[in-house]
């Protein structure tokens, strides 16, 4: 079992910049990331990055705007959000996956409705708003 823990969600005005931090119990994982959900909106992948290579997946609407990293050495994953707009307010989720053969990497956040994670945290509220 993993434990997910987010946290650095808040209210940001449009333009603004957000850390979001997710603290994981453990590395015994394949892939870690970040979905969000808005409200009317079905969860999305925004971000995810490998434990093993460090190879990382963005939604091309994320690309050149946010970042993701990871801090092993505090089982923390970072997503630094830049230029933020309205449309990215929502419920961002931590989550985690132990990695299964023949699945490619970032499959579950690139198609959440075919493939699923193992852990989820709780979640953190974005609010991008003037």
């Known amino acids: 079992q993993v434990q997910l823990v987010e946290s650095g969600g808040g209210l940001v005005q449009p333009g603004g910049s957000l850390r979001l931090s997710c603290a994981a119990s453990?590395?015994?994982?394949?892939?870690i990331g970040w979905f969000r959900q808005a409200p009317g909106k079905e969860r999305e992948g925004v971000s995810c990055?490998?434990?093993?290579?460090?190879?990382?997946w963005y939604k091309d609407s994320m690309k050149g705007r946010f970042t993701i990293s990871r801090d092993d050495a505090n089982n923390t994953v970072y997503l630094q959000m830049n230029s933020l707009a309205p449309e990215d307010s929502g419920v961002y989720y931590c989550?985690?996956?132990?990695?299964?053969?023949?699945?490619?990497?970032?499959?579950?956040?690139?198609?959440?409705?075919?493939?699923?994670?193992?852990?989820w945290g709780k979640g953190t509220l974005v609010t991008v708003s003037s």
């Open positions: 453990s590395l015994e994982y394949a892939a």
């Open positions: 990055i490998s434990s093993r290579d460090g190879a990382t």
């Open positions: 989550a985690a996956e132990i990695g299964w053969p023949m699945v490619p990497f970032a499959s579950a956040w690139r198609a959440p409705a075919i493939y699923s994670v193992d852990y």
